[in-house]
Nanobody, 119 residues
Framework: QVHLVESGGGLVQPGGSLRLTCTAS????????MGWYRQAPEKARELVAK??????????GSFLEGRFTISREDADNTVTVYLQMSDLKPDDTAVYYC??????????WGQGTQITVSS
């Protein structure tokens, strides 16, 4: 069993920055991808960023234009992923979900954290 804990959402003004943190603990199968997806009202869930275990390959949503950076800390039974977000725009307003997706076995989702970009 794997447990995901998210933190770091909130209200920010346009142009501001936030950092999201997600910690996975438990029986984490490797290799995996871990990262963030988001879902705005009446829109489909989309990839924001993800990072692969071991080699650290990253993938980003095409809409980001270099504004976000994902990083990872990996221990035996825990993995923490950080999403540093800068130059936030109103279109970034959404619920952000942490995702752990092992290459083998079930994927796991966090409960989601709201980010609102508004003046």
């Amino acid at each position: 069993q794997v447990h995901l804990v998210e933190s770091g959402g909130g209200l920010v003004q346009p142009g501001g920055s936030l950092r999201l943190t997600c910690t996975a603990s438990g029986s984490i199968r490797r290799p995996y991808y871990m990262g963030w997806y988001r879902q705005a009202p009446e829109k489909a869930r989309e990839l924001v960023a993800k990072i692969r275990s071991n080699i650290g390959t990253t993938n980003y949503g095409s809409f980001l234009e270099g504004r976000f950076t994902i990083s990872r800390e990996d221990a035996d039974n825990t993995v923490t992923v950080y999403l540093q977000m800068s130059d936030l725009k109103p279109d970034d307003t959404a619920v952000y979900y942490c995702n752990l997706n092992p290459f083998a076995g079930a994927a796991y989702w966090g409960q989601g954290t709201q980010i609102t970009v508004s003046s």
